[in-house]
Nanobody, 121 residues
Framework: QVQLVESGGGLVQPGGSLRLSCAAS????????TSWYRQAPGKERELVAT???????NYADSVKGRFTISRDNVKNTVYLQMNNLKPDDTAVYYC???????????????WGQGTQVTVSP
């Protein structure tokens, strides 16, 4: 059973920084694309950042230049470094990853449980 567990959320003042972590555990043959999403109250879940298998990255326009997605393939962990945080960044942040549990098995997407980020004076 594959699990994704996020950590690192919390309360931070505008202009501050946080680093979110998402650790994958279980039987894992390979982790392909990994992404961070967020969902603010009353809004739809939105894609924040993606890292492909080839380490290409894409970001939502609202976070470009402030957020950085990275991955440690040895630890099966993906990170989201968030700098210069703004109140509009307040949301529950979720990680998402396409994971193969065996080399010849089809992969599937897994979600973490979410971690709250609150940006407030």
């Amino acid at each position: 059973q594959v699990q994704l567990v996020e950590s690192g959320g919390g309360l931070v003042q505008p202009g501050g920084s946080l680093r979110l972590s998402c650790a994958a555990s279980g039987i894992i043959a390979k982790i392909n694309n990994t992404s961070w999403y967020r969902q603010a109250p009353g809004k739809e879940r939105e894609l924040v950042a993606t890292m492909t298998t080839g380490d290409n990255t894409n970001y939502a326009d609202s976070v470009k230049g402030r957020f950085t997605i990275s991955r440690d393939n040895v630890k099966n962990t993906v990170y989201l470094q968030m700098n210069n945080l703004k109140p509009d960044d307040t949301a529950v942040y979720y990680c998402n990853a396409h994971i193969l549990v065996a080399w010849f098995a089809p992969g599937q997407y897994y979600w973490g449980q979410g971690t709250q980020v609150t940006v407030s004076p």
